[in-house]
């Protein structure tokens, strides 16, 4: 699987990803910091990745249909710091790879994984 790393994420992940057989990239890796959703999600879009983020607003349906894309990833970890938000998306990872995001938002939480 193909994915992306919003800028709102640990940089560790990238490594995870790749550890794990995936190609992944970082929007800071490509010069997007501080580029508009849509310019990010056109970008995910244009190169088929899933899209792994911490940013809600992605997760509006209404504006980012997830089914023209290759996937939404919302991570919701329980608080926002560095180390937290590593260890739940390290937590999550395995079980997310397991899943076919194609055309989904994924909302990932402590007590489950919603798919829309």
Not at 52 to 60: E, N, P, Q, R, S
Not at 61 to 78: D, S
Not at 80 to 106: E, K
């Amino acid at each position: 699987m193909k994915f992306k790393i919003d800028e709102n994420l640990p940089i560790e992940l990238l490594n995870d990803l790749h550890a794990a057989g995936h190609e992944a990239e970082t929007v800071s890796s490509e010069g997007l910091t501080g580029a508009p959703d849509l310019l990010i999600l056109e970008k995910v879009r244009s190169e088929g990745r899933a899209l792994l983020t911490l940013d809600k607003g992605i997760a509006d349906v209404r504006t980012y249909p997830p089914e023209h894309y290759a996937g939404i990833i919302l991570l919701r970890p329980p608080s926002s710091g560095r180390g937290t938000v590593l260890s739940f998306a390290r937590r999550h990872l395995p079980v997310l790879l397991g899943i076919d995001v194609a055309g989904h938002l994924l909302i990932v939480t402590d007590r489950n994984i919603r798919i829309r």
